[in-house]
């Protein structure tokens, strides 16, 4: 992109302005802390890999920064936003300071753990698009996997996220901070740390590091492959009952879910901890466990 068809990003004395402007202040209970650099704006759609052939939902796009460096690129948009005056506010400060870019946006007012394809259709047609945020910190790891859930053609994602949540989102078996959100994303693709960020980037600053996440959604040949016949609800009940006592061996967590044939047949030594499976190992355990009779698992419960 040539020099001249950069938009100016927003810094310190433009997201102060706008914010008074518009009478928004942030709050916590939106876990609102809004980007003031360029400079990192810029490199978060780097990594993303963003380019003028992308369709970006943006989640939490708050005064604007992250979304005119998404802009800047040429890509076209959507950006959901649950705080109703910042929503109101994005479309003016998007024609201020890129009024070329307008057509190639649009926001909604909506939380985002609400979001379908029914109510935002604006990707229904897409084969593939990218999710672009600086998500909040409270509600990170729930909103990824509801969109990866929901939108099967969600293809990657980057995220700015609390340190801590990022390091747990790329985690790996054995890992201590390895728990439920680490096998779960996994079950949709491979997520991996790209870079840390600095607290001085943002306004106001938070009490805590941030780190950039990049995630690839699996082929449908690598989904069938790690699935094997399981589904994703019985898999991801056995997650939620393996990290739910995770000091507990399987045999113990799981004596409700699994019998002793089940994890015979997965290969699967019972006297193992949650924490040292790999999500291939839960679907297997849970493939076995969905082919046996009814009368064995009624007996379970």
Same mark, same amino acid.
């Given at each position: 992109?040539?020099?001249?068809?950069?938009?100016?990003?927003?810094?310190?004395?433009?997201?102060?302005?706008?914010?008074?402007?518009?009478?928004?202040?942030?709050?916590?209970?939106?876990?609102?802390?809004?980007?003031?650099?360029?400079?990192?704006?810029?490199?978060?759609?780097?990594?993303?890999?963003?380019?003028?052939?992308?369709?970006?939902?943006?989640?939490?796009?708050?005064?604007?920064?992250?979304?005119?460096?998404?802009?800047?690129?040429?890509?076209?948009?959507?950006?959901?936003?649950?705080?109703?005056?910042?929503?109101?506010?994005?479309?003016?400060?998007?024609?201020?300071?890129?009024?070329?870019?307008?057509?190639?946006?649009?926001?909604?007012?909506?939380?985002?753990?609400?979001?379908?394809?029914?109510?935002?259709?604006?990707?229904?047609?897409?084969?593939?698009?990218?999710?672009?945020?600086?998500?909040?910190?409270?509600?990170?790891?729930?909103?990824?996997?509801?969109?990866?859930?929901?939108?099967?053609?969600?293809?990657?994602?980057?995220?700015?996220?609390?340190?801590?949540?990022?390091?747990?989102?790329?985690?790996?078996?054995?890992?201590?901070?390895?728990?439920?959100?680490?096998?779960?994303?996994?079950?949709?693709?491979?997520?991996?740390?790209?870079?840390?960020?600095?607290?001085?980037?943002?306004?106001?600053?938070?009490?805590?590091?941030?780190?950039?996440?990049?995630?690839?959604?699996?082929?449908?040949?690598?989904?069938?492959?790690?699935?094997?016949?399981?589904?994703?609800?019985?898999?991801?009940?056995?997650?939620?009952?393996?990290?739910?006592?995770?000091?507990?061996? %399987?045999? !113990?967590?799981?004596?409700? /879910?699994?019998?002793? &044939? $089940?994890? *015979? =047949? +997965?290969?699967?030594?019972?006297?193992?901890?949650?924490?040292?499976?790999?999500?291939?190992?839960?679907?297997? %355990?849970? !493939?076995?466990?969905?082919? /046996?009779?009814?009368? &064995? $698992?009624? *007996? =379970? +419960?």
């Amino acid at each position: 992109m040539d020099a001249d068809q950069h938009g100016h990003l927003l810094g310190a004395a433009d997201i102060r302005r706008i914010a008074a402007d518009a009478g928004i202040s942030p709050t916590k209970k939106f876990g609102q802390n809004f980007v003031i650099d360029p400079g990192t704006v810029r490199r978060i759609v780097r990594e993303a890999d963003v380019t003028a052939d992308t369709h970006v939902m943006e989640v939490g796009p708050g005064l604007g920064s992250l979304t005119l460096a998404i802009l800047e690129t040429g890509a076209t948009m959507t950006a959901i936003e649950i705080d109703p005056p910042v929503a109101e506010r994005l479309p003016r400060t998007i024609a201020e300071f890129m009024p070329d870019a307008t057509d190639r946006f649009t926001v909604i007012n909506r939380d985002a753990l609400t979001v379908t394809p029914e109510n935002v259709p604006d990707f229904n047609n897409d084969q593939s698009f990218t999710l672009v945020a600086n998500l909040p910190y409270n509600v990170a790891t729930p909103i990824i996997l509801t969109l990866l859930e929901r939108f099967t053609n969600l293809g990657s994602f980057l995220v700015m996220v609390q340190k801590e949540v990022a390091d747990r989102l790329a985690a790996t078996p054995g890992n201590k901070i390895y728990g439920t959100p680490s096998v779960k994303l996994a079950w949709y693709g491979t997520a991996r740390r790209v870079g840390n960020i600095g607290r001085n980037v943002f306004w106001p600053a938070p009490n805590v590091d941030s780190a950039l996440v990049r995630f690839d959604r699996h082929t449908s040949e690598e989904q069938a492959a790690l699935a094997g016949g399981a589904d994703r609800e019985t898999t991801f009940r056995l997650i939620d009952a393996a990290f739910g006592q995770r000091r507990k061996t %399987l045999h !113990a967590a799981l004596k409700h /879910e699994v019998s002793d &044939d $089940a994890f *015979a =047949r +997965a290969g699967i030594d019972p006297t193992r901890r949650g924490e040292t499976l790999t999500i291939a190992d839960f679907a297997r %355990l849970a !493939a076995e466990t969905d082919a /046996e009779p009814e009368a &064995d $698992a009624e *007996a =379970r +419960a």
